[in-house]
């Protein structure tokens, strides 16, 4: 783990959740990022440790945020009390049980951003739209979309060079050493988790419209599990009628995992600019300026 960041146990309705966390040195937060991780990763995905750079947790304490990673359902302590995980919404009840747990625990400040990869961004969206977190602020996912651009029902033929090239594009992509040091990040996808993958663009269909604060999405340069012609995005970004505000970002030089690329500063310096950007209050105008 990177210095600034320490391990945590939080109670999930009765599911023990493992995590990371980091919080500001000097001062109470300022609000707090929740990142949730994809499948087959854990909660280390966001302290990368193949280079200084690469962490979401160190970087957002030291802006002054708290940063929770959390171990989802079905990984780290919770794997041997959920070996087979949790589907999508029985882990959106207890992510969110966690999340309150952890508020009572700790201060959380002006509130909470979900941060999303892969498969935890359609947890942080599945969330956002069931309106179970009262202190959620915004939502920022990269590496999910609304339409495959493989067959899902074909993944588990996947192996060796195809499957790499899904998860991480052109190894060129991440700092010397980073399969080394992801041995510690990568885990076993639990099935009940598994069997849903392909469900997502059907659900996807009900929980986006049902999303009701600002969202950000960012797709990877280098992205091979979703279509993303612009004709793609435009669509994805219509189906958040309930949202006020909705980002669709590209990031040159990255691929799938981008938190654990070249490209990670880039991104999480992005993610908490959206994070002040929900925080900061819209100025009045008059005709001399804003004011």
Partial sequence: MSAEVRPITLDAAGVSLSGLLAEPERSAPRATVVALHGGGMSAGYFDGQAHPDLSLLALGARLGFTVLALDRPGYGHS?????????????????????????????????????????GGKLALHLAADGSLESLLAVDVAGIGHRFAVDPGSLAQLHGVRQRRLNWGPLTLYPPGTFLASGRVVAPMPRR?????????????????????????????????????????????????????????RLSGAGHNISLGWAARAYHLRVLAHLEETLTPPRRLHSGGAV
């Fill in 193 to 249: 988790e598994a069997e849903g993958v392909r469900d997502w663009p059907r659900l996807s269909d009900t929980l986006l419209p049902r999303v009701g604060v600002p969202v950000r999405l960012t797709f990877a340069e280098h992205e091979a599990w979703w279509r993303t012609t612009d004709d793609d995005l435009a669509d994805l970004a219509g189906r958040f009628t309930a949202a006020p505000r909705v980002l669709v970002e």
């Fill in 79 to 119: 794997a041997a009390r959920l070996p087979d995980g949790q589907t999508l919404a029985e882990q959106a009840v207890t992510v969110s049980s966690a999340i309150m747990e952890f508020g009572e625990r700790c201060p959380t400040g002006a509130g909470v951003l979900l941060v999303g990869h892969s498969y």
